[in-house]
């Protein structure tokens, strides 16, 4: 899976305004602490930062074409430029405010400094979401007893269905192969309805009729993509904690549609009976969670919740792409 560059993107709306925010703090916290004691003071001290702020979002790529040491150092000297800049322009405008031009640069270019780290942590604490995603996946696949049980599947179908025991192996196939692939930072979202049906075909051979399918994705739109191994962990999910504990089956839905600029994608499940015990420990949506986190800065999310009796996992994201949308947030 790729891995977003190190220097943030300050242009999604969630990360932009965590930026403006913490600057505005900062400006506020510099006034308090420096003077002049006046309602506009606040906006005077911040102005510097908020300017860089704006430098960064215009031109986002070319700052993340730099290496990240020299793009970091390249924005405090802008910073720095823009606060002396900015402090004889107000000795001119509001001569009987005078700022000092040396603590208004290091007041800026330590806020600055100051939010650039708080984003690399991010960066850095998220980042092992990737690599953890595809051990994840890998191991889930590979555990002993959905291999051992699909196998038998196979075994059983052999002598009395072959043509349907030759379709389950070359869905296991397909499933390593999508597993094994070139990592990619998205995929189309065919593509992940696609592994997601050709998990539930091999689940079905070993569930039979206690699995049953509603998909609803006829009003998805065509062009959505997002980050691989989205939709297959879900109705995973759906099965083993939905499906597998009722001895009767249930039904796993799957919808998805665009909402404005966003995609939109439901899984849903029947709760567990009472008393029944399920396996997994909430890794996988975690982890996903994470990804979102990383990849869209914000600006996509994974919301669970109980409704009516069912299990819903909803996954909302920008149309756009991880490409076009932030990283850190």
Do not use: K
Not at 108 to 121: F, H, K, N, R
Not at 250 to 258: D, H, I, L, R, S
């Amino acid at each position: 899976m790729m891995q977003p560059p190190r220097f943030p993107d300050l242009r999604p709306h969630p990360v932009w305004l965590r930026a403006l925010a913490w600057l505005l703090a900062a400006g506020a916290w510099a006034a308090w602490w420096q003077g002049p004691p006046a309602w506009w003071a606040p906006a005077v001290w911040a102005a510097p930062g908020l300017l860089t702020l704006v430098a960064l979002a215009v031109v986002p790529r070319w700052w993340q074409r730099r290496p990240y040491r020299v793009a970091v150092a390249l924005v405090l000297m802008l910073t720095a430029v823009l606060a002396l800049g900015w402090a004889l322009l107000w000795a001119r405008w509001m001569p009987q405010a005078l700022i000092d031009p040396g603590r208004l640069t290091a007041a800026a270019v330590l806020a600055v400094a100051l939010l650039l780290g708080y984003l690399d942590w991010r960066h850095h604490r998220l980042s092992p979401a990737l690599v953890q995603a595809r051990l994840q996946a890998l191991q889930s696949r590979m555990r002993p007893h959905f291999l051992f049980n699909s196998l038998n599947s196979v075994l059983a179908l052999m002598r009395r269905d072959p043509a349907r025991a030759e379709a389950m192996l070359e869905d296991l196939a397909e499933l390593y192969r999508a597993l094994l692939a070139e990592p990619r930072a998205c995929v189309p979202l065919a593509d992940e309805l696609a592994l997601a049906r050709t998990y539930l075909a091999v689940e079905q051979v070993r569930l039979g009729t206690r699995l049953r399918q509603s998909w609803v994705v006829d009003a998805a739109p065509a062009d959505a993509r997002l980050p691989p191994l989205t939709v297959q962990p879900l109705v995973e999910n759906a099965v083993r904690h939905g499906v597998e504990p009722r001895p009767d089956g249930a039904c796993v839905t799957v919808e998805a549609f665009g909402d404005d600029d966003h995609l939109v994608l439901f899984v849903r499940n029947p709760l567990p009976p009472p008393g029944a015990v399920t396996r997994g420990h909430g890794l996988a949506l975690a982890n996903l969670r994470e990804r979102l986190e990383l990849l869209y800065g914000g600006a996509a999310r994974l919301h669970t919740y109980e409704s009516e009796g069912e299990f819903v996992a909803q996954v909302r994201v920008p149309l756009r792409g991880p490409a076009a949308t932030a990283h850190q947030g």
